[in-house]
């Protein structure tokens, strides 16, 4: 295991990266490894508990790399997980503020909000179901704190699972309304369609990426919790946004979710 110091470094690079708005190097780079994901969670944590010493209130968890090519990319047979703060939450339609992202992409997903904890060592699909109050549209622009989005999957789990900002749409939809595996998205950039698929996509059904997560969270000693923001994945491919672009994603009976970026 990397050294607490070494740890600590790495943590420090990111902070600093976000903070100045300049991208460091890998984070691979300064741990010594690029696919030890106990590393990279022990960066993550570092930043998480400051950030919740700071006052920032934890608003759920996000799931990344919930899809067989991005898993191949990373190198690695499972997804991730980062932490979603309460000020990373827009509404629909709120447009983002210059100067909070580096380097921000969007990718199109289905969010769920919980409305029971998860606390089994191991669950069942229908725990999932009980446990879900209702599915939302979402767009996760994600951000990387790293130069030129050059990362493995110590850097992105590190980096928050390259966690940026989430925006969640405004049409609640319980779980026996909608077929969230089956679900159509298309997401578009200043009307042009640039992303499009299905709930499948990731990990076959939505509720499969948060099984997995509510499992993870239990082994890591953080249950998800009733009132949890679960965002469970793309389903389509994540695309660069530049100020100024306006995002728009739909999801079939759950609606749709749009977002902007304002000009610098």
Request: with cysteine; aromatic share 4%; hydrophobic share 45%.
């Amino acid at each position: 295991m990397t050294d607490a110091s070494t740890l600590e470094r790495a943590a420090a690079a990111l902070r600093d990266a976000a903070a100045s708005r300049t991208p460091c190097r890998p984070v691979r780079e300064m741990v010594g490894t690029g696919d030890d994901i106990d590393v990279g969670y022990a960066v993550q944590a570092i930043n998480v508990e400051r950030d919740i010493a700071a006052g920032r209130r934890v608003a759920g968890r996000k799931i990344g790399v919930t899809s067989k090519a991005v898993m191949e990319q990373v190198g690695v047979d499972q997804p991730d997980y980062g932490t979603l703060f309460a000020d990373m939450e827009y509404g629909d339609g709120v447009p983002i503020e210059p100067g909070l992202l580096l380097q921000p992409r969007a990718e199109a997903e289905v969010a769920l909000v919980l409305d029971r904890d998860l606390t089994h060592e191991v669950h069942t699909f229908s725990d999932i179901i009980r446990a879900v109050a209702y599915a939302l549209a979402s767009i996760e622009v994600v951000d990387s704190r790293v130069a030129d989005w050059d990362i493995r999957i110590v850097d992105t789990i590190a980096d928050n699972a390259s966690c940026g900002l989430y925006v969640l749409g405004g049409r609640p939809v319980p779980l026996a309304d909608v077929d969230l595996r089956t679900i159509l998205m298309s997401m578009s950039i200043n009307g042009e369609e640039v992303s499009t698929g299905t709930g499948a996509a990731c990990l076959g059904h939505p509720l499969n990426a948060a099984r997995w997560l509510a499992d993870t969270m239990v082994a890591r000693g953080t249950p998800l919790r009733a009132g949890d923001v679960v965002m469970t994945g793309a389903l389509g491919p994540m695309r660069p946004l530049r100020p100024g672009d306006a995002v728009e994603a739909s999801f079939g009976a759950l609606g749709t979710v749009t977002t902007s970026l304002e000009p610098d």
